[in-house]
């Protein structure tokens, strides 16, 4: 009763406060009134009574206080009184407040946008059912040959994992990097969509369920099953029209007729994101005899990943058995990773780097905000001196203090979401389409959360230094003196920016690294001339392209087609380009000392234009002519690495793989994205050109399912209209065959480098915010000694000292701590950058040009921040200075 | 301040002040910290200001009323009277008042 009458009546008194105030005023007034009378009436004179009466109540303030405790909140009330004096006194510092904003604005932004990344790929779960049930497989091996890493499967493995494993709903995908291109036939229209082909139960385990029909029945997986296909719900509303009665009927897809058994739900969303489904049909045999498919699972309920791994083990004993018989009995253990690891492992640590790097920034804008936040405290000595001697205890101002830090953090916090915001939009755009695995990447209440955090915590960083430096302050002193830096804050600061510098230092050669290592892959040798060359895509996963003779037909008439473009000097059709991924198999070397051993190797089929068309020399024998057709005997040309590797030099011109492939020649080299071997994003890898014309027609439609081969044309000057005459060309052969895209070889290089590109684009834009606040904290060092010291330099110039030494004596504070972090983040250096060895292409990690690079950079920022406040040295009248004394 | 004055314990203003109340009816502020002062001989030196937290505490307590008045030099003053709760806190504050001093004199008183 009592406590919630006395609530009550504080919460009264806070919204009374006024009324009150003036009530406890005339009360005091009153006693001492009263006091006053009853002294004059003891025969006082009436400044004696006054003053005695003022004695005996004590003190009239502290008395108020009293009472105003007892009366409301007065922590609310304080707090309220706290905020509105901060925010004053922020408001009187509008160049410390904007510029401790803008800092956290920049620095908070920057963690805000890569921490959205980090959540979405990481954190957030898959957009399934039960993403926790759901995994992919990876295959580890220790020795010489270790990894660690996911992997796609063959038909014999699929099958013991189908029918072996029941802890697991298994399903698998054919495509191992995305849905690919095919045609549908819509009326009288040519659509190209992506199709993505999946194995009965894919859904399920995805646990989508059609809106409309149903998902592939185990019998339409199996080999030559009937032909059937679900549509991504966008696919049949925008293609279909939503129309219901689509089920049942066929559709032309990929030249054949499919039936339509299945619409997906509205926004449902699968790892292949693909337009159209059709059953994948898995066998043992062509595609299924290598590793082309890729699992996904979901664990059956009741059971543990650990069961599941088990009985994978089992299933694959042989596998295992057989991997260790011809590796010196290194063991390969197969285990499930969750799905959601499993699909970011490759941005993992490249998204980790980055947000280490965005913590450099805030401990850089840290630094920068607790030397400014010194130097204000410094400044406001006699303020809080005088308030102290008033009364205030330490506690009062150290709060006034930290409201004030609080009111800074959650303002630049505020800003920071904005930049964030904007950051990561620009950062979207800039990624390539289907770069990240996730659908979007939005600031939610984790990011917010994170970001209020990291507000915070950067206030505490940055307020604990004046908070300590008050705590020392000397009421006497302080009050007397006029506030003048001592020796040990200005080498307090000189620590932090050196501090800074350091960090900067790291990243700036970090991201030189990454620089130099993109110039060395876009400027090595291409190995062909990329200039003037213009080439198209098309789907050829066609059954009516099935047949070698119509293939052949196909690409005879759409080339000279396309030799009659006027400005065309060549045109060629090959299955990849440089730049490019190539279609890997093994080959195995017929004759000679060499015989009957089997390489992996790239395989390209090629018109006979193709090295003239992409100006490929040819180093020895001859090209193919159009006499290598498919009743001719089977030749091969291969280039520089394929001799170097498998025949160590010796020239190889007149060998025989497979059997019975006639080597006729052997051409020079080109970068392209590898496959076998991926040490670099672009690097040159043994190849095995044959003729287009001798594709054989259990091979040709399998590497249709995979590639789209391209049509390439060389024109000597920029053809106006070139694509749509290469379209043109292209439908006077199969008027129903569209393009799936254009690319310059320039675009194609852009597009294999994007990953480097961004890498390079997102470190270099942090390490140029790092330079930057490292300038600005140097140039407020040295502006603020400037600002403190004009009397005492005033003096020394009276003195006779000149103004060029006094320049000296101030700007080598600044070049001094520069100095010691450009030491100490070389040192750092030595340290951190052995990590990124890695992702380093051509380039060392101790790098002479990019460490010449970061001091040169490093010294020319020094002098330039520390200049621009010296200066205003020159400016500097002794004997006004010494008048204002 | 001299050896003889002493502080007023805390706690114990409240029931000075309710007792006071009770003895001499409606009073103000100054009257209740004068008679205090008065009833103890000078022997305590109170901030007569003190009194006045004291008085709202009470008020929130609901043990005395308050209400604007008339003194008797015609100023305007807030009073504060006695509540029957105040009534019975009195009461039971003394009974353990009494109960104290009785086990500190059984503690002081020299033994034998």
Known sequence: MDAIRILLSRCAALFRRRNLEEELEEELRTHIGLAVEENIRRGMTALEARTAALRSFGGVTQTKEAYRMQRGFPSVEMLVRDLRYALRQLLRNPGFTLTVILTLALAVGANTAIFSIVNALMLNSLPFAHPERMGAIYARAAGSLAFDERIDIDGEQWEALRDHVPALISAVAGETSGASGVNLRAGEHVQYIHAGRISAHYLDVLSIHPEAGRNFSEAEDLPHGAKTAILSYGLWRNIFGGDRNLLGETILLKGEPYTVIGVLPEGAITPLNADVYTALQPSREGEGGGLNYEPILRLRDGVTWQQADAEIGRAWAERAANFAKYNHGARLSYYSVPLQKAQTGELRPKVLTLMLAAGFILLIACANLAGLALVRILRRTPEIATRLALGASRWQIQKQLWVENLILALGGGLAGVGVGFLALRGLLLLLPENFLPVADVTLDGRVLAFTLVVSLLTSVLFGMLPALATRKMDLRSSMASRAEAGGYRLRLRQALIAGEVALTVVLLAASGLLIRALIHLETQPAGFNPTGVMTAKASLDDARYHDPAAFRKLLDESISAMQQIPGVQVAAVGLSLPYERALNDAVTIHDGKEAGQQFGTDVVYITPDYFDALQIPVLLGRRFTAADGPNAQPVVIVNRSFMRKFFHGAIPVGRTLNKNAVIVGVVDDVQLSSGLNPVAPLMTEETMYIPAAQMNAQLLPLVHTWFQPSWIVRTAAPVEGLTQQMQRALASADPSLPFSGFYSMSGLLAKTLATQRIEVALLSAMAGLALLLSMVGIFALVANLVAQRTREIGIRIALGSSIRQAMIHVGGTGVRASFFGLIAGLVLCIGALRAMRSVLYGVRVYDAPTILAVLVTLIAVTLLATSIPVLRIARIDPAKTLRDE | ?112
């Open chain 2, 1 to 112: 301040m001299g050896g003889d004055h002493s502080e007023v314990l805390q706690g114990t203003l409240d029931l000075m002040v309710l007792k006071t109340l009770e003895s001499m009816g409606p009073l103000h502020g100054y009257g209740i910290a004068r008679r205090i002062e008065q009833v103890s001989g000078n022997a305590l030196t109170l901030n007569q200001g003190t009194i006045y937290p004291a008085l709202l505490r009470l008020e929130q307590r609901g043990w005395i009323k308050a209400g604007w008045g008339v003194s008797e030099s015609n100023r305007r003053a807030k009073f504060y009277a006695l509540s029957p709760a105040g009534q019975k806190q009195i009461e039971e504050e003394t009974g353990n008042w009494e109960r104290t001093a009785a086990t500190m004199a059984r503690f002081l008183a020299p033994s034998g």
